[in-house]
């Protein structure tokens, strides 16, 4: 055996020890890969002109393909960013989110709020973390505005409940007994925001929400 070949095949083993090393190849592994496969090609057999084009379209492809995910990273950092910012200028704003549960905190229970689809005779039920019921408050008959769950923190005998978090049931009925749908939300004031995954959370009394979960802000 020749030099020449003793030393592409040496290289050829350097080449791929380092490749099991490593879990991709960047642009300049196959660059490399292919200036070494023209240096040590058979001069009686070289490489075609298609062969060769094709490596080198994959070359191009390669750089797009880095530049694109290089793109899709500032994307998803600066979408972070604006996130972040958008979370900072809710702290001490008073919002509405998606959700139901109240929260009893140093005696003081959160707002509530829900929305028939149609009047009808309204039921709230408040229930535990366990999801005991606690307390259930017959509200009559109320239309199609915005209501609020009003709650003095007692349960139905009377006894002052402590801190924690609530969720609470709406049921409502139509005056032939039909069930009719309700939305809900949760109110309260945005007291900090935290960071956890790449996702921004926004504390509202004991509870954890995201931007998403927003559907007004009051104030």
Do not use: C, H
């Not at 050829?12 to 490749?19: L, R």
């Not at 990273?73 to 109240?102: C, D, F, H, P, Y």
């Not at 009377?158 to 069930?179: C, H, R, Y």
């Amino acid at each position: 055996m020749d030099l020449s070949a003793l030393s592409a095949i040496t290289q050829s083993n350097e080449s791929t020890s380092q490749a099991k090393n490593k879990n991709t190849l960047t642009q300049e592994d196959f660059f490399n890969l292919f200036v070494a496969q023209l240096k040590y090609q058979n001069p009686l057999e070289p490489m075609d002109n298609y062969q060769m084009a094709t490596q080198m379209a994959q070359l191009g492809s390669m750089e797009s393909l880095n530049k694109m995910n290089l793109s899709l990273q500032n994307m998803a950092a600066n979408q972070v960013s604006m996130s972040s910012l958008q979370a900072s200028e809710l702290i001490g704003r008073k919002v509405e989110a998606t959700g139901n549960v109240l929260s009893k905190e140093n005696g003081a229970v959160s707002e509530g709020t829900y929305q028939l689809s149609k009047p009808g005779k309204v039921t709230v039920r408040i229930y535990d973390a366990q999801g005991t019921l606690l307390r259930t408050l017959e509200e009559g008959v109320k239309d199609t505005s915005k209501q609020k769950v009003v709650w003095d923190g007692k349960n139905q005998k009377g006894e002052k409940l402590p801190d924690g978090t609530f969720p609470f049931k709406i049921s409502a009925t139509d005056e032939n007994g039909q069930s009719i749908s309700v939305s809900s939300s949760m109110v309260g004031t945005v007291t900090a925001i935290s960071f956890e995954n790449g996702v921004t959370y926004l504390k509202l009394g004991s509870q954890k929400i995201t931007l998403s979960d927003i559907t007004a802000i009051t104030n």
